[in-house]
């Protein structure tokens, strides 16, 4: 039985673990997350499958003045942070209309498999209802934006998704919780959403022990190279291993791959104690897309998330945005009073927006799976799968090609 090192307890370890367990191999994984503080547990738990384009794109590009955290939007650069130039330098070429097209082939063949592979898994799990499949509802507060929004929607690619205009019943229920006036919405289906964060990581954490795998508490240290084989720092030996560990990942990498160019772009979260006289449990995500906010309600909490802040992994959080969250709360007459809690976390993001899948090429026994931007809940199950596919020598369901390392020249 082979032995592999799984490098970071995020979701994507995760599903990556419990996969490989179940194809053989003797699994052991490093985590320095127990507090659950990652991203994976404190995003809007949206499976976003009408999501399958890159953000790396001439159209992002132009519509990035308008988004800017200075005029109100959630768009916000630290420009001291280390690699930044040079990270919106590879942006801009990975949005020249081939290498999007490139990337959108790749990506959305990934997205396409993802609802599937999310209730593949929760099934395996034994526990379906953590995956729901409600969709989601994007909503409007003026009319100009309702018609810009609409406009945009109905020219993308949304993959496998489809949406219909939100039903008058949805909005009376809507404009009973909110005091700002709508002037339109659209209900998506199938999109999903994971139902509780914290219920799922101990779900495929449990599953993973109670079939013999190891679970360290261990920090993600810098890899060494000995003999054409990673190593551990420490001398623990594996036949395999494989990197996972988010937005630390380059540093993980860093004496084998040097320079992979990873941005921690950092999002930020208010969460509050609600019941059904507050927010109904049974309401999907809401975007309110006029303000980039996406409210979610998890069991007795509602959350609020938003931010695209490229930034360092160990920058201090800028308190400005949770101050914009609760404004933008307020003027909605969101309920986020009661029990108040605060979060901010680095999403791992490359300059093209896709993910870094795949074999290393300068160490044999060397794979890794991270970069997934704002999909990593999305993709997560589906990552696994062709790793899996990839660590056990099979035929791969979908290349990896377009993933690798090597397009970084790293």
Known sequence: MPSIAIIGGGVVGRCCAFHLQNRGFDVTVLDDDPALAAPSWNNAGHIATEQPAPLASIAAIRSAPGRLFRVGGALDFDFSAPGIYRWIWRYLRAATPRRFAKGKAALGALVANADKAWAALAEELGEPALV???????????????????????????????????SQEALEVLEKKITEPLQGGIA?????????????????????????????????????????????????????ILVCAGAASARVLASIHPGVPLMAERGY?????CDDSLWPAGLPPVVFEDRSLIVTRFGDRLRACSFVELSSLDAKPDPRKWQQLLRHAAELGLPFAHNLSQWHGARPTLPD???????????????????????????????????????????MAQPLAPFSLARFGC
């Open 353 to 395: 927006y896709l993910p870094a899948m795949g074999q290393s090429d300068k160490a044999s026994n060397l794979f890794y799976a991270f970069g997934h931007q704002h999909l990593g809940l999305t993709l997560a199950p589906a990552t696994a799968t062709l790793l899996g596919q990839l660590l056990s020598g099979e035929k």
């Open 132 to 166: 729901q499949n409600a969709g989601h509802w994007v909503l409007w507060e003026s009319s100009k934006s309702a018609t810009k929004g609409l406009q945009h929607w109905q020219q993308a690619d949304i993959g496998t998704a489809a949406f219909a205009p939100l």
């Open 269 to 273: 979260h208010i969460e509050a104690d």
């Open 188 to 240: 998506f289906t199938g999109t999903g959403q994971v139902a509780r964060h914290q219920a799922l990581a101990k779900a495929l954490k449990a599953a993973f022990i109670a079939r013999g795998g190891q679970w360290l508490s261990q920090s993600a240290a810098p890899l060494v190279i000995k003999e054409g084989r990673a190593t551990l720092p420490g001398g623990a030996d594996f036949d395999k």
